[in-house]
């Protein structure tokens, strides 16, 4: 960083741009609502009035096509999974996964005797963050979009791949 | 003048939809704007909850009820141990029946302000439906103050409760019924006599009672459209009997009977009435009584079978259940309230333009988990 | 098992439920001695089944109001007169057992009939008895009389054909679709008669006690695959 140290006033500050990306990328996750069963009432109590996921810069969307976070909250079934791959291919690359609640982490209560219940959705499609509970808290659901603003912090999008 | 007739579009609503409540897929055929027939695709959360049932022993059961309906899991547990005790033929005492009672009808506040909020959230007004979580988020509190958990309680057992009231409930409940009934008048002017809200939703998908009783409509849907039926009245159970309130029912106030405005409007007077049993319940309740008294060690109830109805927040809530006298039932069906609910969607949207189906389905408060179990 | 073994386990649990608690912690083989525990824990649940069942057969007379009894056994007489042969085995206060041929008659009466109008049908259920017996059990109700009767009809697996009655009770269409779903009774005469919670290419009647889940569907692993859960 020699060539631009001291060069600006100091209210500028010098990053690389890769981190610059990932800065920007972590802090605007526009998420997909994807509710299917109870976590869906947990996560829109997480986006309503008393949690207000919109103060971190996490803001519902109901298209895939807008959003760069997918929040899984409930239960997957044999018949919507199907749709959660079609739905998952919709989103813009980079995209995230959350799977919110034990029956998207693996099947939760249902795991058992669940014929019609896919075991986990990350049979289907990949999963970033697992929050645990049945159902999760908005707290900890807000903990686990935290975790995933680190996770994409760390990220590298201009960094080429080796091997 | 004759009827024109255009070509048949067929336009697919959901699985994955923000206005079906839901995994819901509706598959519409309309001609233009207007709808000639609605064909309900469901099945998108089954979660084999019968099946569960032939699995687990009885007491395992009363948490899958929760994530039956998950708005209102108090009443799902409340309809369950009801069948239960009936089926065993236990008497609990009535300090375990009044806090039943409470428990019952804050969550029926609480499942109403939710069916509402989201209504006014499916014909564009997401005000009252903030309004209406704020609310509904002091509700959760007082049951988290009692159970702990936020959605999905397991607090009602066979023949008891699993915990009885903390400290402090029965004052925080009176600070929250104090602030909660101004509220709801709030709400009907907020929502309820809002020009655009009347526009889109009077008039709009009316249901006549004979087709209400036909499609086996039941709760707040039936009596919106002018027939008194609730169970807490007509088949008494627990002890709706000692306390006294009054069943709304449709007027057609803004319209006719039986159409979404009502249905909106009966679950605002029900919410009145709900506060009113609250506060009955709580100077009856009775100050000492052990909430495990009548529980039985375990649960293996006498060869045979019995159909039970409660009244949930969504209606009739039925539970069949055959014991073979073993600790597992033998079979365990739940005749679901919101099933049926949504049965008759085909019959009162037809001939209705493309932006009511959603204003139809919003009045219906269908709830996805408990219609496909 | 050895004979012998099984013999000693036999004995030790007798004496055990006569009274005699060393008698299963005598046994010197560890093996046997944990079979015997496990044959006394058996024998123990089902003894106080027996007692249950012996107690509980006198009670419902007493438990069921008279009221519905009396729905039950009015229905009944009724239809003994008017539709002679479609009451089927022994009868009950607690519910009608029908034969399916003319169930669609019996029911469009049921409900036309002025003494019962049972204009609502509450709830379908399906049911697997075992040994090859399926059986739909109706509950009705009267919203003009107040009051309920249970109506079973029981067919067997090989040709569970059962008259459809969604054209009178509309709400029966779909109840229909969810029994057929999880039993595979065919209710003949329904106009719409398909798959209504499960996808349509699903093999199998879920509900049925001898029922197997498929391995894959639609390539997607169904039973558990995930290891070490237990």
């Known amino acids: 960083m020699g060539l631009l140290e001291n060069r600006f006033d100091d209210n500028v500050v010098v990053e690389k741009l890769d981190k610059l990306l990932s800065w920007a990328r972590s802090t605007s996750p526009w998420f997909f609502q994807f509710g299917t069963a109870c976590c869906a009432i947990e996560m829109m109590a997480a986006a309503a009035s008393r949690h207000d996921l919109m103060r971190i810069g996490i803001i519902p969307r109901s298209s895939p096509r807008q959003a760069d976070v997918m929040i899984v909250a409930g239960t997957v079934t044999m018949k919507m999974a199907l749709r959660v791959k079609k739905l998952y291919e919709q989103m813009a690359d980079p995209k995230y996964v959350v799977a919110m609640g034990s029956c998207a982490t693996s099947g939760g209560p249902y795991w058992q005797h669940g014929y019609h219940v896919l075991k986990g959705v990350d049979l289907v499609i990949p999963v970033d963050v697992y929050v645990p509970g049945c159902p999760p808290r908005p707290e900890a659901l807000i903990e686990g979009l935290l975790k995933l603003q680190e996770q994409i912090l760390e990220g590298r999008p201009l960094t080429r791949k080796t091997g | ?373 | 098992m050895s004979e012998d073994k099984q013999k000693l386990i036999n004995d030790a649990v007798e004496k055990a439920l006569a009274g005699d608690a060393d008698a299963v912690n005598n046994i010197e083989d560890r093996v046997t001695r944990a079979k015997a525990k496990a044959a006394l824990v058996k024998a123990q649940r089902e003894q106080p089944k027996k007692e249950d069942s012996n107690d509980d057969a006198s009670k419902p007379d007493e438990k069921e109001p008279p009221v519905s009894n009396n729905t039950v056994q009015k229905v009944s007489a009724s239809l003994a007169a008017k539709f002679p042969k479609s009451l089927d085995g022994e009868q009950n206060s607690d519910w009608i057992q029908l034969k399916p041929e003319n169930w669609f008659e019996i029911a469009k009466w049921l409900k036309d009939n002025p003494d019962f109008y049972f204009d609502s049908l509450q709830c379908n259920t399906g049911f697997d008895l075992g040994e090859g017996l399926l059986e739909s059990r109706y509950n009705f109700h009267s919203m003009k009389h107040l009051h309920c009767v249970e109506i079973r009809i029981r067919v067997s697996a090989e040709k569970p054909d059962i008259p459809s009655v969604e054209s009178l009770w509309r709400v029966a269409d779909w109840f229909e679709r969810e029994t057929y779903d999880m039993f595979g009774i065919n209710f003949t005469g329904h106009s719409d008669l398909r798959r209504i919670l499960l996808p349509e290419d699903w093999e199998g009647w879920p509900l049925r006690k001898d029922y197997e889940e498929q391995e894959t569907y639609h390539g997607i692993v169904v039973p558990k695959v995930k290891e070490g859960w237990e």
């Open chain 2, 1 to 373: 003048m004759g009827v024109v007739h255009g070509q048949e579009m067929v336009l697919n609503i959901g699985p994955q939809h923000p206005a079906t409540h839901g995994v819901l897929r509706l598959q519409v055929k309309t001609d233009g704007e207007v709808i000639s027939e609605i064909t309900p695709y469901l099945g998108y959360l089954h979660r084999c909850f019968e099946k569960h049932c032939e699995n687990v022993s009885y007491e395992q059961v009363i948490p899958f009820t929760d994530r039956c309906d998950y708005l209102a899991s108090m009443t799902m547990n409340f309809g369950y141990v009801v069948a239960m005790e009936q089926l065993m033929d236990i008497k609990v005492n009535d300090r375990v029946q009044y806090i039943r009672v409470i428990m019952a009808e804050l969550q029926r506040i609480a499942s109403h302000l939710l069916a509402t909020g989201v209504f006014g959230l499916d014909l564009g007004a997401f005000t009252p439906f903030l309004h209406m979580l704020r609310d509904r988020e002091r509700i959760i509190d007082l049951f988290e103050m009692t159970c702990g958990a936020r959605l999905l309680y397991n607090y009602m057992w066979v023949g008891g409760l699993s915990h009885d009231l903390p400290k402090g409930f029965v004052e925080e409940t009176l600070r929250f019924l104090d602030y909660f009934e101004p509220k709801v008048d709030e709400f009907e002017n907020l929502l309820g006599h809002n020009k655009i809200f009347v526009e889109r939703t009077a008039d709009i998908g009316i249901m006549p009672a004979e087709v209400a009783i036909n499609y086996g409509v039941t709760g707040p849907n039936l009596r919106a459209s002018g027939i008194k039926w609730d169970l807490r009245k007509d088949d008494p159970y627990s002890v709706y009997d000692r306390l006294d309130f009054d069943v709304p029912i449709g007027l057609g106030i803004k319209g006719t009977v039986g159409d979404s405005w009502d249905r909106f409007y009966v679950r605002l007077q029900e919410m009145r009435q709900s506060i009113n049993i609250v506060r009955q319940a709580i100077d009856k309740l009775p100050k000492d009584g052990d909430v495990h008294q009548s529980m039985p060690k375990k649960i293996r109830p006498p060869k045979g079978s019995i159909y039970s109805r409660t009244e949930s927040p969504r209606g009739d809530l039925g539970y069949y259940i055959e014991s073979d006298g073993s600790d597992t039932p033998y079979r365990l069906k739940m005749r679901s309230p919101a099933f049926t609910a949504l049965g008759v969607l085909n019959e009162i949207a037809g001939g209705w333009l493309m932006s009511d189906v959603l204003a139809i389905l919003g009045s219906l408060d269908i709830v996805l988990g408990e219609i496909d179990r």
